[in-house]
C-alpha cells in the first residue's frame, strides 16, 4: 500500500500533437509514484487523441470536450475529475525533471503550506536558454503583496493542497484568458495560505510562436483591472488597504504593454500607455523610450527581450 499523498497531474491540452507525447511520458517518469494524470483533451483536431490513448498505465485517465472551450474552463473540468489531495499543473507542451513531486512533496509537512513551486528553465529549440529566478527574486511564506505587484510563478512548476480551493465554487475564474492562474494563485495567499519554493529547476516552460500568453499579451492590463475590480468588490477596504501595491502592479502591467506596442511601431500609444506611470523610474525609462527614433528604441526593446524570445 502507497501512503504517499496521492497528486492529480492535470494536462490540459488542445492540437498539441508535436509536443505531448514528451510531456506525458516525463510525467509518467516520477521518482514519486502516487500520482493520476487527469489529461483533458479540448477538442483536438489533429492527432492528439491517438497519442494519449496508447499510454495504458492505470493512472493515466483520459478526458475529451465534445466542444473547444476556453483554457479556464477546461482547466475547472479537469480538476474536478481529480481524486488527489494534491494538484499540479504540466501543460502539454512543458516538460518535468523526473524528481520534481519527490523534492517538492515533503515541503508539505508543514500543514500551513498550501503551494510549493520551483525554479524553471525556459525552453527555446530544444535549449535551456535560462532559468526564470536567475537574477531575480523571489518568495515564500505569506507572499500577497508580492503577488500582487509582482507575479512570479510558472504554472509548469506549481504543486498545491487541494484543501486551498475547498471552498470556491469555481477554481478557475474562466472570463480571464491570460491571467487566470495569476488570480486563483493570489486567492489562495490572500485566503492565507503560506507558500514554498524548491531553489532549483524541476520543470521546463517551452517558449515558442504559439504560446497564449505572448498571443494574447494585450489582454494582460484589461484582465487585472477586472481582477482588481473583482477583489475590491469581495474584500471590503481593498483598494485602500493595497493602494501601494495596487499602483506598482498597475506600473509594471502598463510598462510591459508599453514594451510590446514600441516593438510594433506604436510608440504613441505606447506612451499613452505608460505616461500615467513615470514617477516609477522603469516605466520613466520606458517613456523616455517612446520619444527616441523607432529603431533605437525597438532595438532596446529586443536586447531587453533576447534571452527570453
Known amino acids: ?146 503577488l500582487l505587484t509582482d507575479y512570479f510563478l510558472s504554472l509548469c512548476s506549481v504543486v498545491v493542497r487541494m484543501e486551498c480551493i475547498k471552498k470556491y465554487t469555481k477554481v478557475f475564474d474562466d472570463r480571464f484568458q491570460i491571467i487566470g492562474d495569476a488570480d486563483l494563485f493570489r486567492r489562495i495567499s490572500f485566503d492565507g495560505w503560506e507558500f514554498d519554493m524548491i531553489d532549483k529547476p524541476l520543470a521546463k516552460w517551452r517558449i515558442h510562436g504559439d504560446n497564449l500568453t505572448f498571443r494574447e499579451s494585450g489582454k494582460i492590463i484589461s484582465e487585472n483591472e477586472l481582477f482588481l475590480k473583482k477583489f475590491n468588490e469581495i474584500h471590503q477596504g481593498f483598494s485602500t488597504n493595497y493602494k501601494k501595491e495596487i499602483f506598482k502592479l498597475r506600473s509594471n502591467v502598463a510598462r510591459e504593454e508599453a514594451k510590446s506596442l514600441i516593438g510594433i511601431s506604436k510608440k504613441i500609444a505606447a506612451r499613452k500607455v505608460v505616461k500615467p506611470f513615470i514617477v516609477d523610474f522603469k516605466s520613466c525609462i520606458v517613456f523616455v523610450l517612446t520619444f527616441a527614433p523607432l529603431g533605437l528604441s525597438q532595438n532596446i526593446i529586443k536586447y531587453y527581450y533576447k534571452k527570453l524570445l
Open 1 to 146: 500500500m502507497n501512503n504517499e499523498p496521492l497528486v492529480s497531474i492535470l494536462i490540459n491540452c488542445y492540437n498539441g500533437e508535436k509536443y505531448v507525447a514528451e510531456a506525458i511520458e516525463s510525467a509518467i517518469a516520477q521518482t514519486y509514484t502516487n500520482w493520476e494524470i487527469i489529461f483533458w483533451d479540448n477538442a483536438s483536431t489533429d492527432r492528439t487523441p491517438e497519442i494519449a490513448k496508447s499510454y495504458t498505465d492505470s493512472r493515466f485517465k483520459y478526458f475529451r470536450g465534445e466542444v473547444n472551450i476556453p483554457l479556464y474552463s477546461a482547466r475547472n473540468l479537469a480538476i474536478d475529475k481529480a481524486s488527489g489531495d494534491f494538484f499540479a499543473f504540466l501543460d502539454s507542451d512543458d516538460l518535468w525533471s523526473a524528481n520534481k513531486l519527490e523534492i517538492q512533496m515533503p515541503l508539505f509537512d508543514n500543514p500551513k503550506t498550501g503551494l510549493v513551486y520551483s525554479d524553471v528553465y525556459f525552453l527555446k529549440n530544444g535549449e535551456n536558454i535560462r532559468q526564470l529566478y536567475k537574477g531575480r527574486p523571489y518568495y515564500i511564506g505569506s507572499n500577497f503583496k508580492e
